[in-house]
């Protein structure tokens, strides 16, 4: 395949892999096992791709001249991404250090979007319009196959030797701790420290503070829910919640949205019509939740990834901003 080819070829595969990467965190639905399947496809078309580039970089390498650092760095990254994704995939290795494969794997994806961007800046390549020719779009359609095929051997290689990654939920997470509260993995979003708060003076504050509730008050409610806390970390737990649904607690106030925030400042928005869908919980499997999840309350979010249960909160608000008004992913 001609090296301008290949190299377009890559930047839509790069392109593919980041889109369905970040979907596969945002779709709760059933819709995301066919993302993240979608998501493996084109990560391994890409490692299909590798000979051929491999050809284009011996060459670029030899013409000596600036750019070659960057266009080794982001080898380096794509190489230490994708290699840390199988990993993951085949649950042998849950963590190295205090990093788990799949966190490696996000953050080197992310750093290769800088670097990556500096190298086509730099090496550019101008598409044509017989870049879209049939026997292109036929050639096309045979490394995505490759990459199918090969996503289906590494499936049934996992299932055939009883590997961990075998059992993977459909968004590749691993079970930890269903039913088993004080086995739960302890993560946060991005920086968030762990809150030891006095569960006998801590309030909850709804619709402006206008409502304060205690501890022993939400647990009044004795709404139940089993829902599956599936963490952006790669693990997922099924668990019995206890609290107060969130229409009981909203029950008068209007608006768009409601804003669940925590007392270290973190915070999501959700449609007013989840109301009956969320529940704030204190106890986890008929036991109060324990710090590093967020005592002495925290949100319970059906069908959506681990960065909407807001732990440690403090306020829940209605507003009039629409529940979308807010970055995709929180930025602390
Ligand atoms: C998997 C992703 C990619 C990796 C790991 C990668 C890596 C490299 C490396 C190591 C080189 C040789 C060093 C140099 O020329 O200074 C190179 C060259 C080059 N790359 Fe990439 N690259 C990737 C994707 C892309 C993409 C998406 C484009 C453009 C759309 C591109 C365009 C080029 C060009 C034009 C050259 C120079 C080839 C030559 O001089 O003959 N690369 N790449
Ligand atoms: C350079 C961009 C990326 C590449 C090349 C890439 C490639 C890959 C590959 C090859 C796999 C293994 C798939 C399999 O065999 O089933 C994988 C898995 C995964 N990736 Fe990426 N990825 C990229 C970016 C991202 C981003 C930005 C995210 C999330 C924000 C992400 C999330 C995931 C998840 C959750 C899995 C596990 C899926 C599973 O267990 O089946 N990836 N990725």
Not at 100 to 118: D, Q, R, Y
């Amino acid at each position: 395949m001609a090296g301008r080819r290949t190299n377009l070829a890559l930047l839509a595969l790069l392109l593919l892999a980041f889109v369905t990467g970040g979907a596969s965190w945002l779709i709760g639905s059933a819709l995301v096992r066919w993302i993240v399947i979608a998501h493996g496809i084109v990560g391994l078309s890409i490692v299909v791709l590798a000979p051929w580039k491999r050809t284009i970089a011996r060459r670029g390498v030899a013409r000596r001249r600036p750019g070659t650092g960057t266009a080794i760095a982001f080898a380096v990254l794509i190489g230490t991404s994708i290699a840390a994704a199988l990993v993951h995939v085949t649950g042998v290795v849950r963590s190295v250090g205090t990093f788990s494969p799949l966190g490696i794997h996000v953050a080197t994806a992310i750093a290769a979007i800088v670097v990556g961007v500096a190298h086509v800046v730099r090496r550019p390549v101008r598409p044509r319009t017989t870049d879209l020719s049939r026997r292109n779009l036929l050639r096309s359609g045979a490394v995505l196959g490759a990459g199918a095929a090969g996503w289906l051997t590494l499936a049934g290689l996992l299932r055939a030797t009883g590997a961990r990654g075998g059992d993977r939920r459909m968004t590749g997470s691993f079970e930890a701790g269903s039913g088993v509260p004080t086995s739960m993995p302890v993560t946060q979003w991005l920086n968030d420290p762990v809150q030891e708060l006095d569960p006998a003076s801590w309030r909850l504050h709804v619709l402006d503070g206008v409502r304060n509730y205690s501890v022993d008050e939400l647990a009044g409610f004795g709404d139940t829910l089993r829902a599956t806390l599936d963490c952006t970390g790669g693990w997922f737990a099924d668990q019995e919640w206890r609290g107060a649904r969130l229409d009981r607690l909203l029950e008068g106030g209007e608006g768009e949205s409601i804003v669940v925030r925590s007392v270290t400042g973190y915070s999501r928005r959700f449609p007013r019509s989840d109301a009956s869908a969320l529940l704030l919980a204190t106890l986890v499997g008929g036991v109060p939740l324990s710090a590093g999840h967020g005592a002495p309350a925290r949100l319970v979010a059906p069908g959506r990834r681990g960065f909407w249960w807001v732990k440690w909160v403090t306020a829940i608000d209605v507003g009039d901003e629409p529940w979308w008004w807010q970055p995709p992913f929180p930025l602390t």
